[in-house]
């Protein structure tokens, strides 16, 4: 609506959500059009826009080892898990995977990488620390979280030919990685 240098060019009508970690369960939270504390306050309505989210090192175990269901209402979901992050495993990563009820959904197990695997450095100044140090480099680490999130997210919330495609042929292209899809 305005004049400034983005005017035009952002598809207002397609939302799509990343997240790391506890950012990743308040954007399952908003997926699930839920409204829970003590990740959101307040009231909260799931946008009409909102087509999908790829979330790093996040599950839904709770403190007292329960997995919930991720009620996503056909809205598009992955997950992406570093095979070495001591502060989300991947078994419960998976079984959270496997608690998404309706597809598209993606699970992405990147070997090497830990918690940090998506920042610019391990182990963030700030950050509560994980003691696995990764074995994949930083950089290698972030593109290909960067470049799982963007495909999956272009294929399911964009209907893009190409990210599709990737979804099938990526994984035998990438050896960093294991991937499990459900169209």
């Known amino acids: 609506q305005g004049s400034g240098p983005l005017a035009g060019k952002i598809d207002t009508q397609t939302l799509v959500l990343l997240g790391h970690s506890y950012g ?27 087509k999908g989210g790829a979330f790093y090192g996040t599950n839904t175990k709770s403190p007292l080892g329960s997995i919930a269901d991720v009620q996503n209402d056909g809205i598009p979901v992955a997950l992406i898990q570093g095979d070495l992050d001591s502060k989300t495993s991947v078994p419960d990563t998976q079984t959270t995977y496997d608690k998404i009820q309706s597809p598209p959904k993606m699970l992405v197990v990147l070997a090497g990488a830990n918690h940090y695997g998506n920042c610019d450095q391990d182990n963030p100044p700030g950050a509560a620390a994980d003691n696995t140090a990764p074995t994949l480099s930083q950089s290698v680490a972030i593109e290909t979280v960067a470049r ?36």
């Open 148 to 183: 799982w999130s963007a495909v999956f997210l272009r294929a399911t919330a964009l209907n893009d030919a190409a990210a599709a495609a990737y979804l099938v042929s990526g994984p035998a292209q990438d050896t960093n990685v294991t991937v499990t899809w459900q169209p």
């Open 24 to 50: 990743g369960v308040t954007g399952l939270y908003a997926i699930e059009n839920d409204c829970s504390w003590p990740f959101c306050s307040g009231s909260f309505n799931r946008p009409a826009a909102l």
